[in-house]
């Protein structure tokens, strides 16, 4: 079964503005993860931020954890086309081996 | 550096018919190693992942199957196909320190 849910399932901006992404999870986690994937490729890891912490930067990409809430959110500043491409938060619990995602929400960012 | 290689990166089946697909690591030892499975336009589902040679733990499959033979190898197995299995399939290995994972291209798997 999954464990996170991205909302929205799909956005669409224009270039140089911010894209929000969020994603909810359900039970304890021991680290949240947010990954990237070009259309019919893998995924490639963006970022990763544990329990402990509440926000975290990476470039152009900010990330932040409310472990109260359950939920993460993920930003891109200034898009750019090249962003485009399905955005994916994956859970990590506790004392456990397996990663769970969620559905993912698709960014199309328009030049 | 570590790498990750799966093949093949297509494949079309008719039902019933037997499936391998075969994933291999370089650069790293002992990885968890992870099968998962996306149908179109969809998340990620987990089917298999494995902390050693010859240890298994299944999520979902009925009639999919995994093995570990070697460290670095991992392998998705079915006797016989049916239509729902057709997906894209990602097979992954887990950074211990970080924990994050590192994905392979994918096998696009239709059966018809």
């Known amino acids: 079964s999954q464990q996170g849910e991205e909302d929205p399932q799909a956005l669409s901006i224009q270039e140089g503005e911010n894209a929000t992404m969020n994603c909810s999870y359900k039970?304890?986690?021991?680290?949240l993860q947010w990954y990237r994937q070009n259309s019919g490729r893998g995924l490639v890891h963006l970022i990763l931020?544990?329990?402990?912490?509440r926000e975290k930067h990476s470039g152009r990409l900010r990330v932040t954890l409310d472990t109260s809430k359950k939920s993460s959110s993920l930003l891109i500043t200034a898009s750019r086309a090249a962003d485009t491409a399905s955005y994916f938060c994956a859970t990590a619990l506790y004392n456990n081996n397996d990663m769970r995602f969620g559905a993912g929400t698709r960014l199309t960012v328009k030049p | 550096s570590q790498t990750i290689h799966q093949w093949p990166a297509t494949l079309v089946q008719p039902v019933g018919s037997p499936l391998s697909l075969e994933c291999t690591v370089e650069?790293?030892?002992?990885?968890?190693l992870y099968w998962y499975r996306q149908a179109a336009g969809r998340g990620l589902q987990l089917l298999f992942y494995?902390?050693?040679?010859?240890?298994i733990s299944s999520e979902v499959p009925q009639n999919l199957s995994a093995s570990r033979p070697q460290d670095r190898q991992f392998i998705l197995s079915s006797k016989k196909l049916l239509l729902s299995d057709s997906g894209f399939y990602l097979c992954?290995?887990?950074?211990?320190?970080?924990?994050?994972?590192?994905f392979g291209e994918g096998s696009r798997l239709t059966v018809l």
């Open positions: 992954a290995w887990r950074a211990t320190y970080t924990g994050e994972l590192f």
């Open positions: 931020i544990r329990s402990n912490e």
């Open positions: 650069g790293t030892s002992n990885p968890n």
């Open positions: 039970t304890s986690i021991n680290n």
């Open positions: 494995s902390v050693g040679i010859g240890q």
